[in-house]
């Protein structure tokens, strides 16, 4: 009895490995049928990226054009523009050629570029292209159309765009000006840019690539690309102190952009001093004053306000200014200050340079130096001829009086 049991507990044993080691068979069988390739054996499909788009009178089209392959056969698919209205110009590209059929793996798709670009004589309107595509064998076709809708331009909305952090600049008339410009080319297609401005009567005004001293008139770029253009300003030496606008046009073709710049000029601050004579050098005695006449001149072209004087010179010494400050002086004015100077009690016979400067308005400014030479009093040339008289007497006597013994 117990024989059996073991007997009939092998058997099952053995069903159960069976089931076991049949059943990965069986789900990799269902799992096949699920990833069983369901498309078609050939097939293909040629379409443009868009089916209706819409531009400004004068745009070209880009965009890609798809060459699709449906089947589990490798094709290759030949495909034309059967359409195209006129005047316009349409291309198919790539890898830098013109293609009219490409090899297409089974289940892939491949790209080319697609341009359509009108003439001058394509106005607004519907215009409706048609692609074909096919096989080798001309068993298996397909056909697409693209709608193209061209709008009259919208006023500002060319392909060119300037932009700048700083449309205006502040500086003196002997300045000179750097704006910096950013142009960009919105448009897909390498352009040439033509550089012009307008400006004030005898205004120097170039063109230089950014960090560059060459002159340009013109500049290319790449579609979609942005390149800094420099605007250099020269206003003539006699501009009066005002606003200038500066009219910055850049075109190519029809399409054109502006840029309004500004500088504002402030004039010259230029300072000239000295004394009238022409001399610089001036005489005193220890503790005395000595006057000096100091003129101050505006050889600027604006009206320079709020001039102060002050001075370096040795130790203890005074140096003082009448008037302490001049008010206002308009371009070409003059004036004359009286500058006391005068030495330390302890200063010794000998030369010094004292320095007389004068500080007007945005850094115009003069140093005058004086050559001052300090001699000693005339009492005291007295005082020592008195001693020596007196020492001569002392010695005289001296001699007398040895002489009597």
């Not at 024989?3 to 507990?9: A, H, P, T, Y």
């Not at 003439?119 to 001309?138: I, L």
């Not at 704006?179 to 170039?206: H, Y």
């Not at 004068?358 to 030479?373: A, F, P, Y």
Request: net charge neutral; with cysteine.
């Amino acid at each position: 009895m117990e024989l059996i049991r073991m007997k009939q507990g092998l058997i099952f044993l053995t069903v159960v490995i069976c089931i076991s080691l049949l059943s990965p068979f069986s789900g990799f069988s269902s799992e096949d049928k699920e990833k069983k390739d369901l498309r078609p054996e050939r097939g293909i499909a040629v379409y443009p990226e868009f089916s209706t788009v819409s531009v400004a009178k004068g745009e070209s089209v880009r965009m890609d054009l798809t060459l699709e392959n449906k089947g589990r056969t490798d094709e290759t698919i030949e495909v034309k523009i059967s359409t195209i209205p006129k005047g316009w110009k349409a291309t198919m590209k790539g890898g830098g050629f013109l293609v009219g059929g490409m090899y297409v793996a089974n289940g892939k798709s491949r790209n080319l570029s697609l341009t359509l670009e009108p003439d001058k004589t394509v106005g607004p309107g519907t215009y409706t292209f048609q692609f074909d595509g096919q096989t080798a064998d001309g068993k298996f076709t397909s056909t697409h159309k693209l709608t193209v809708t061209v709008q009259e331009r919208v006023p500002g909305a060319d392909d060119i765009q300037i932009t700048t952090s700083y449309p205006v600049l502040r500086g003196q008339t002997d300045a000179r000006f750097e704006f910096s410009l950013e142009v960009l080319n919105k448009s897909d297609t390498d352009r040439t840019f033509n550089l012009a401005a307008i400006g004030p009567e005898k205004w120097e005004i170039n063109f230089k690539p950014a960090y560059e001293a060459k002159q340009i008139s013109s500049l290319r770029m790449k579609g979609g690309q942005s390149q800094t253009v420099a605007v250099e300003v020269s206003p003539p030496r006699e501009a009066k102190a005002g606003e200038y606008p500066i009219l910055v046009r850049i075109s190519s073709g029809e399409q054109k952009a502006e840029a309004k710049l500004m500088v504002v000029l402030t004039g010259i601050y230029k300072l000239d001093a000295g004394t009238p004579t022409g001399i610089l050098s001036v005489e005193t005695m220890v503790g005395k004053p000595a006057i000096v006449s100091l003129f101050v001149k505006n050889n600027g072209s604006a009206v320079n306000r709020n001039i102060s004087f002050s001075s370096f010179k040795p130790e203890n010494w005074e140096v003082k200014f009448n008037p302490e400050k001049l008010e206002a002086l308009e371009p070409g004015a003059l004036k004359q200050v009286e500058v006391t100077i005068t030495p330390a009690k302890e200063a010794l016979v000998g030369d010094y340079s004292v320095g007389l400067m004068v500080d007007g308005e945005r850094g115009s400014s003069k140093t005058v130096e004086l050559r001052t030479t300090v001699r000693a009093s005339t009492a005291w040339g007295w005082i020592g001829i008195g001693i020596i008289v007196f020492v001569i007497a002392g010695l005289c006597a001296l001699f007398i009086w040895l002489g009597r013994r």
